[in-house]
């Protein structure tokens, strides 16, 4: 069973910062790529950033230039780093991992975290 553990979310004020963070089980992490996506109430699960396992990115439009995806292969972790939030940043977050084939597509990914709350408010 694979096991994806985000920690990091909460509540920030526009134009500020977090960084949220996801923890594989070590098979997973290791062959796959890994992303974020997000889901706000009454929208569809949205693509934020992808990084294949040899480190290549993939950012959403909405996110380019503000958002940061990594990877530590140490500690199986991948990392979003969110700068310059804004109110339409909130929702909740979701790791995800699966081939490269796959994890663009939200419909198509098979292993997802339980998801974390992003909110940005003054």
């Known amino acids: 069973q694979a096991q994806l553990v985000e920690s990091g979310g909460g509540l920030v004020q526009p134009g500020g910062s977090l960084r949220l963070s996801c923890t594989a089980s070590g098979t997973i992490f290791s062959v796959n790529d890994m992303g974020w996506y997000r889901q706000a109430p009454g929208k569809q699960r949205e693509l934020v950033a992808t990084?294949?396992?040899?480190?290549?990115?993939n950012y959403g439009d909405s996110v380019k230039g503000r958002f940061t995806i990594s990877r530590d292969n140490a500690k199986n972790t991948v990392y979003l780093q969110m700068n310059s939030l804004k109110p339409e940043d909130t929702a909740v977050y979701y790791c995800a991992a699966d081939s490269n084939s796959r994890i663009r597509t939200p419909q198509a990914v098979r292993y997802w975290g339980q998801g974390t709350q992003v909110t940005v408010s003054s």
């Open positions: 990084i294949t396992s040899g480190g290549r990115t």
